[in-house]
């Protein structure tokens, strides 16, 4: 790295280190930057020397630096943080340890999907709960009563049609709003709460990070994505 800091001689907003940091785990802005203002030449240089310390570990270099920054950031941690010494996990810490392993924490998310989003939400919520408000609530006793209530006091066919009809605002619009749609999404934001509360997802992130790593994300995107 001191040779990379030696080549550097244009004028940066950030240290010769910080440059030569970046420049090893090949940020792109710095290297475009280094490259307009050292130049061709030089910058060719400094890409030898990058690609010489690369010849020295098997992993790349920005893994390389980042395990390095993780063990000092832990050795410090050690120095200052201390626990007490009869603090024993629990059986909480026991099931998020579970949750985080591969070996049984892919398991638990099959199940998690299943039971908590397919069985709960699909099954029961957009099923059991749809068909009793849809057919048992509205379609035996709401509609009929506003059916019969609307056509004695509107005499007007066209604005009967308009609130009761087959596309009536009660008997379609409200029906739909509170028998198909929030059932769904009732049931769907309760077990996302559950799911949440209970410090799941951060351990579902844990689980799939390194997965989500080799298409550009990270674990914390799972809650992104199980809300679309």
């Known amino acids: 790295m001191a040779a990379i800091e030696h080549l550097l001689t244009g004028h940066y ?12 785990q090949h940020d792109e802005d710095i290297e475009g930057m280094v490259r307009r203002q050292e130049g061709e030449e030089r910058f060719a240089a400094i890409a030898q020397q990058v690609q010489q310390a690369q010849q020295h570990f ?7 630096i980042m395990a390095h920054r993780q063990k000092v950031a832990r050795a410090l941690t050690q120095e200052v943080v201390h626990y007490p ?5 629990g059986f909480a810490d026991w099931v998020g340890q579970v949750c985080m392993q591969p070996l049984t924490g892919i398991p638990i998310l099959i199940l998690v999907l299943y039971f908590g989003l397919y069985q709960f939400v699909g099954v029961f919520g957009g099923g059991t709960l749809v068909d009793l408000l849809e057919n048992g609530l509205f379609g035996n006793y709401i509609n009929p009563f506003l059916t019969y209530w609307v056509q004695r006091l509107v005499p007007f066919a066209p604005i009967q049609e308009l609130l009761v009809g087959e596309y009536g605002v009660f008997t379609l619009g409200v029906t739909y709003a509170v028998a198909l749609i929030l059932p769904i999404v009732g049931t769907f934001f309760l077990m996302f709460s559950i799911l949440e509360d209970s410090g799941y997802f951060p351990r579902l ?13 990270n ?3 799972v809650i992104p994505m199980v809300l679309g």
Not at 58 to 64: C, D, F, K, S
Not at 85 to 89: D, K, L, P, T
Not at 205 to 217: C, N, P, S, T, V
């Open 13 to 24: 907003a950030l240290s010769r280190r910080a440059i030569a940091l970046l420049l090893l």
């Open 58 to 64: 098997r992993e790349p270099l920005g893994i390389v």
């Open 85 to 89: 010494q009869h603090a024993r996990s």
């Open 205 to 217: 992130a844990m689980l799939i990070d390194r997965l989500f790593k080799k298409i550009g994300l």
């Open 219 to 221: 674990g914390r995107a």
